[in-house]
């Protein structure tokens, strides 16, 4: 089975966001976002990618999906060709919630001010609290 997550970073005008299939579980996803994705090109380059099956900690270039090179990013626009897997841009937190809750994502991770977030996302989006996001770092119990 795998954990869904909804990876998203806030701007001027709303929000940048990607789905993630595989290991979306603060220890997955949320430590690899920490371990390598704080450099803000290298988090444009992860966004440019659209949709993943599984974040890596090397964006990489294109390879096989079925049988993926360690360590890099799989996406499915780049590597297994599929249309309409590119970033979406979202207008509010409640629209990122949303779009998480339709994608059955259980975490959602956002980039404020160049600091990652976590929340679990709730089964309906007019239940999710942006108090509820924390600090990625905080949650997996590091001090950075």
Request: glycine share 10%; proline share 4%; charged share 25%.
């Amino acid at each position: 089975m795998s954990t869904r997550s909804y990876v998203c970073r806030k701007g001027h005008d709303g929000f940048d966001a990607i789905y993630v299939h595989w290991d979306g579980y603060p220890k997955g996803v949320g430590q690899t976002l920490l371990d390598h994705y704080t450099d803000s090109d290298k988090i444009e380059e992860l966004f440019q990618l659209g949709s993943l099956s599984r974040l890596s900690p090397e964006i990489g270039e294109k390879h096989s999906f079925s049988n993926p090179t360690d360590n890099f990013c799989v996406a499915y626009g780049r590597d297994r060709g599929e249309p309409d897997t590119e970033m979406k841009r979202l207008q509010t937190m409640r629209d990122v919630a949303s779009y998480a809750c339709g994608s059955w994502c259980e975490y959602l991770y956002v980039m404020i001010d160049g600091v990652w977030h976590v929340s679990g996302v709730p089964n309906k989006a007019y239940m999710f609290d942006s108090n509820n996001l924390h600090p990625l770092a905080k949650v997996l119990g590091e001090k950075r």
